[in-house]
């Protein structure tokens, strides 16, 4: 009987080990989908964060963005907006100036559609935008087409295009307010002169900062911040681990929640194997440390899988980048600069094949 037994216990642990080996090369084999490659950088020794980042006619954009061009904000320096746009074409191994957006801008939404990028909202160090403008380039100029304003001026909102709709949700109405939204629009593409619908807001706080994806007809968001008043009348930051998702003419369901703290990953979300991966992001687990001595931000990737509502850590990225767009060029992943400490920027470039 010992022996039956003991041997039962051993085929047990034998095949728990099986699922434990066969879930670890699951998870790697999804790990290895992802090929990263670095990119011409972005021609800016510091680099921007708050970037937008579409395509047009074949052509990579980058434009606007922030940084710190003197100083580093503990010692005092001031953080300045941009609003140049880059361009990278296929044949090409460096960048060009292509020209300049209507006004400095940063921390708004880039989503790319069939006619070129779209920028969403945003803001400067005075004022937040509900601007909505679709970017060109063509013959190696650029044009600019204003779309329908925002419902409100929106900057560190998220947002997505989920087939023919574009979905903006959260964000800050100004540069110093002291609570997030959670108001929810779309905007049909085919139908622009409708403009922008007010949409059943979201049952969870409102937020800054969330990571967005959109597939098979919903629109996701995954954490973020939110922000509170503190006892001196100034907005602190909650860190948010909880989902969910909309569903046209269904409304809001909650998700499971993040394994852990997501702040700023880049967004929208990729969607490859039906998962949605998400890039490294900001898990405030260093929010009260000397910034000399930051050490970056997570290099996970949180994969999602809507089918069965779970989570599961699908590898790691090669950088550590947050409050950057997430975009598709010649059938990559790419990832253009962004924040690699906090105020310190970065020009790398990544790319990723899949």
């Known amino acids: 009987m010992f022996y039956l037994l003991n041997y039962t216990y ?5 095949s728990l080990l099986g699922v434990i080996l066969s879930t670890m090369t699951l998870s790697q084999a999804k790990a290895q989908e992802l090929n990263w490659q670095s990119q011409p950088p972005l021609p800016d020794n510091e ?8 395509t047009s006619n074949g052509v990579l954009l980058v434009a606007g963005g922030s940084n710190f061009p003197e100083k580093r904000p503990w010692q005092g320096g001031t953080k300045v907006w941009y609003d140049k746009v880059y361009a990278l074409k296929k044949s090409d191994s460096n960048w060009t100036i292509a020209g300049k957006l209507p006004c400095a801008n940063g921390y708004g939404i880039s989503i790319t559609v069939d006619s070129g990028m779209i920028i969403i909202g945003g ?3 005075k004022h937040n ?18 779309w329908p304003k925002l419902p409100q001026t929106l900057a560190q909102a998220t947002g997505a295009l989920n087939d023919r709709t ?12 002291t609570h997030s939204e959670n108001n929810l629009y779309a905007l049909n593409i085919d139908n622009i002169s409708a403009g922008w619908r007010v949409l059943e807001s979201c049952p969870g706080p409102g937020r800054i900062l969330a ?8 629109f996701y968001i995954f954490g973020g911040a939110r922000l509170l008043k503190d006892n001196d ?28 703290a997501c702040v700023a990953a880049p967004t929208p979300a990729a969607f490859i194997n039906n998962h949605i991966l998400i890039m490294g992001g900001d898990d405030g687990s260093q929010v009260n440390l000397d910034p000399t ?10 994969a999602y899988e809507p089918n069965t509502d779970k989570w599961s850590i699908r590898g790691n990225v090669p950088f550590s980048l947050v409050t950057t767009p997430l975009t598709y060029w010649d059938g990559k992943i790419i990832i253009t600069g962004g924040e690699q400490r906090p105020g310190v920027r970065s020009p790398a470039v990544w790319s990723a094949s899949y």
């Open 123 to 125: 803001g400067d160090s």
């Open 211 to 218: 990571t967005s994806a959109a597939c098979k007809n919903t």
């Open 293 to 302: 001595k930051h050490k970056g931000f997570p290099r996970d990737i949180l």
């Open 233 to 260: 009348g100034k907005a602190k930051r909650e860190w948010l681990v909880d989902a969910w998702s909309y569903k046209p003419n269904q409304g809001w369901f909650k998700l499971a929640n993040l394994p852990r």
């Open 166 to 177: 574009i979905y903006v949700f959260g964000g800050i109405n100004t540069p110093n307010a």
């Open 129 to 146: 935008f509900s601007d909505v403008w679709l970017i060109k380039y063509t013959n190696n100029r650029l044009s600019f087409i204003q």
């Open 47 to 54: 680099g921007f964060a708050g970037s937008f980042s579409g």
């Open 10 to 14: 051993r085929f047990i642990n034998l």
